[in-house]
């Protein structure tokens, strides 16, 4: 209180923070980045541990004994998938009833705004088929599910026959306290969210399924099983969900203490832990995994079958298992009895998971840093744009009290007409794909994504100087004022999206917080634009296409990114149409407005 | 001047009606910083739905609204969009009458002053011209129409639309001088929702003022006044209450709604700063701090009332400020309305308040985003929503006692002359402390 309203050290305070601007702000983004980078220093980082006490010192042995027989099922309904080419629903039906299981069956069509090129898929139609094993210990009111996809070709078979193994052996058990739903979902991600909308009797994408004749509990957590071959080196845990959410950490603690006592290879990432943390190299690694886990979470989008139940409030995670060259092999079996264990922990879960951590970030799967640690290197960031604010305090009334309606006016515009242009980025895509089509060459996915490019790039050339049709004249503090407007609209842009979603709001501080700080209309135009156009979101989404296949060590050529851009680009407006991942809107309608009011301010005459 | 003004209530009435009609109208009537267990809009409904019963509306923990509301959408529930916007407007244009009122009432005085050569030379840019003033009226008046919170909560048919109508039209009849009309609308705002008592003392101050009669407690005047005001006051509203009564049949509503404001048993969490704590306190300390909690609503007057005695209006916006800031269940409704006088104090000062609107601003935006990640996404939790909720009302504390500080300035260079010396000669500042 008194640094505010004593006028004198209010003044020493301006005076010190408007000579000192320019170097406060760089010293900021340094901090910034080296923070961020230090988080993945080891000694930085806090060691996991189990903050679940029903999950902590109670003993379980895992006794799961039919890995062979298992991996026969997952034979057997391979061939059954061949025959029925999809999901062999009356074999899956019978063979689940057989091990005794309450099965229904779920029916689901979808049609896809505009056919997903990856995946091959327009129309799609499928059923889900899910077993209960109602709990023989406590009144069924919780429940936990466990869920394999039934993938086209030979992918994930031995998850099937896992899954049944598991649901066979689990039957014979009598210390169920919570419902175990098996689930076999047909095209992974749609089949999932139908599952979900069903049993949660909501439907927030206007997706047509038949409703779920039989229910479990309120489901507690869940484990989404992919496992492609007889035997695994490592199992690789997958955490990011949709719109960037994560999982309790004590479901990845979880995961790590099993592995370790049963002694599997377990990763984060597709990365092993190491344990030289001093060394250059270990040290990399770590920033590797940790940017991996980033990327992953600012795209938004799930990266697993489990990342549409943390929605749901349900924890969820996917296991893969990964089959490289090493030695060492893990045979079903003990895939098995990891499961087994873990389920019966979760068995054990008094109430939802909510004791440890929910926003974190994992270096290796044995160290996390939560928010308290990683926020700062984001405040340092928004931090400049606040000083960028600061020095202009008395700017907006002087302002309105000298260029009165037309004044308000001009600033307006450029407001306006940046967000109509984010409007059509967010809506042209998809209605324009059939005139697209009839037009040029190019197939309906093709013609969405260059839509949005060309929507993107057409943004650019749009009138700049609305101001001078108005008034009549430029005036000298009218870009002032807008960029005033601006940057504060970035900060609390920014400052929410880190919030939901950390990794995206800090990729697009990293890039956008410079261009606010030091966009004028005095700068050199040509240089400048280069620079800002460089920085723009979508350049941003380019430069974190190929980091990204450079850290998982695949690299692309410039050609191969290119196509890679343009599905990442696809794959954004599909999921959110599909699954309603945000990211899509919020750069259209929100980010890219805001830039293209810096980009205003540059072509400011 | 009419012109503009019709002009404004267009824009604001379409605005509204639009929005009625878009489908955010029911996504903004569930929001928490919207509506508070005691002005939803699908509570009065409930409430109505017994009503017709031939239930007792207050019957069951749902419907807290006092006994004339609920008898008013009785006959008014089909057009209750209409309603609701024509509050606004009620609103809008006795607060725009009352400012020009005020205007040429100081004005008049500062013409006097400027007569007698109260004034210091140095100080005459402090002086408003009638240019200047001129547009005031319709600033406040756009200032409440076009406020984003005044119109999210007319939206939302918050029933605190009603409420601050009829606190506008008590200024409205205090600044007329109508001391009876006065009476009753203050004590129809005290019936919806007991805090408006606070302003009693600040009318009170007006009228005396108006009248020429000397705030002094050994005059008989001064006494006599006092007590025809509360005859008046209290007179209207036993008469309110007994209507009440008499259109229901029992005294039920004297727990529901009064017992209600002041126990404040439901914690559901909104912007104000009870719900947390109480969340929080172990029950034998409940009656305690519900005590300390809500003297603070109350305690504030006398020691405004004595500091702002010649300026009763600066103290009824002050005292809406505070009562905002400090009632049980408030909502964006009732801040919009304490801001609206903003325009008249700020003659000096306005870094902080630039600071201010900034947080308020950035708050605004955080209270959805804090809501999604505790209540849906389930990885925040209240923690992380009450702070936010902390730096909004510190936010406006600030900025209440900014225009405090930059009101108590002014008088202090009116009186003392603009530019200050220090004994030594040196240049001084003024400092509040």
Redesign the interface.
Known sequence: ?GL?????R?RAL?SLLTRLNAPICVVCYMAGVAWFMGLAFEPFTLRTYMSENAMGSTMVEERFPAGERALGTGREFSAHKKKAGGMPVDWLVKTMQSRGLEVFTQRFSRRLPFPDEDKERYMVKGTNVYGILRAPRAPRTEALVLSAPCSPGDDNNQAVGVLLGLAQYFRNQVFWAKDIIFLVNEHDLIGMQAWLEGYHHTNTTGMDWSPLQGRGGSIQAALSLELSSDVVTSLDLVLEGLNG??PNLDLANLFYAFCQKIGVLCTTQGKLQRNDWDSVSGYSHAVQTMMLMVMKQASGRPWGDHGLF??Y?IEAATIKGINSFRQYKTDATTIGRLLEGMYRKLNNLLERLHQSY??YLMPSLSHFVSIGYYMPAFGLLALILLLR?SFQ??L??TYLLTDGVPGVLSVLTPLVISHLTGVALYTLPIHFQEIAVEHFPVSETEAVVLTAIAVYTAGLALPHNTHRLLTGRGTENGWKVLKLVAV?YL??LL??TA??NFSLGFILALTLVPVAAFVTPDVPKALSAFIMVILSPACTLLFSVFLFQELQEMPVSFLDGWMLYLSVISQGILDHALYGSLVYPLVALLVYPCWLLFWNILFWK | MAAPLTLLLLVAVTVRAALYRSSLADLISERVEVVSPLTAWKRVVEGLALLDLGVSPYSGDVFHETPLIIYLFHFLVDYAEITFMLADVITAVALYLSVKDYNKQVFRKQKYALEADRYPLDCLELIRSPKEMQYIPLKVAMFYLLNPFTILSCVAKSTCGLNNAVIALFVLSTIKGNVLLSAIFLSLATYQSIYPLTLCAAALLYLLQRQYIPVNLRRFSFWWFVAQYAFMYLGSLFVIVGLSFFLLGSWDFLPSVYGFILSVPDLTPNIGLFWYFFAEMFEHFRLFFLCVFQINVFFYTVPLSIKLKEHPVFLIFMQLAVISIFKSYPTVGDIAASFIKHHKASSAS???I??VS?VL??CS??FP??W??WI?????NSNFYYAITLLFNVAQI?LV??YF?AFLRREHHLSHGLYLKRKDGSEA????K
């Open positions: 209180m505010l309203s004593d006028p004198n209010r301006i959410q994560l943390l929605r409030h929910f926003f604010v305090p008395r907006l009334t504060l900060a609390v400052g929410c919030l939901i | 306005s870094l902080n630039f600071l900034c601003l950035a935006a955080l985003v804090l999604h990640l849906y996404a389930g990885s925040a600030l006692s900014d500080y500042t003024l400092v509040l």
